[in-house]
């Protein structure tokens, strides 16, 4: 059976909200999530599906079993996954996803809009950097060169005020030592 009421977008973004208030996970609980979901998605979002225990690792860029083992299991235990290790190697473990961010409607502002902090969307940080050293004047920008020395010739075909170190001498004995 699939289930036909889950919006990609709503999931993720109230799955995003739910892992920011949770002190709980770490980067690995965050990625197998990410890859279980993956993996709902390309079947459809059934109710349950069957999934491969070595995919699954490589998908979420998990190297250890012990550290798969124990992060899926969290997520089961903290009710973002519905978790059913199978004993048989030819069959795969039973994941239920649970179903976040479907409700009807449009939810505009999930962060804050509980404690009404945020009034829409924020443009600008409002965090200003104060600067608390000056910037040392640098010679060698273009601006900065002075072209004086040089004839109206030099000034239109070179863009190096010395350009002396770039002249190549046709004459070269190539018998001498470098």
Aim: glycine content about 4%; charged content about 20%; aromatic content about 12%.
């Amino acid at each position: 059976m699939i289930i036909k009421d889950i919006n990609y977008i709503k999931h993720l973004n109230a799955v995003f909200v739910l892992f920011s208030k949770d002190n709980r996970l770490n980067p690995t609980h965050i990625s197998l999530y990410i890859a279980l979901f993956h993996l709902w998605n390309m079947y459809h979002f059934p109710m349950e599906f069957y999934i491969n225990r070595q995919e699954v690792m490589a998908l979420a860029k998990i190297g250890s079993k012990s550290t798969y083992h124990r992060s899926i299991k969290a997520l089961s235990h903290w009710e973002y996954l519905l978790y059913n290790p199978s004993k048989n190697k030819f069959k795969g473990s039973q994941i239920m996803m649970f179903q976040f961010g479907t409700s009807s409607g449009q939810e505009v502002d999930l962060i804050g809009a509980k404690t009404g902090t945020r009034s829409g969307q924020e443009v600008v940080s409002k965090i200003k950097h104060i600067q608390t050293y000056t910037n040392i004047k640098n010679d060698t920008k273009p601006e900065n060169l002075n072209f004086k020395n040089f004839s109206e010739l030099d000034k239109r075909h070179c863009r190096v005020p010395n350009p002396d170190h770039l002249k190549i001498n046709l004459n070269k004995n190539y018998n001498e030592p470098l």
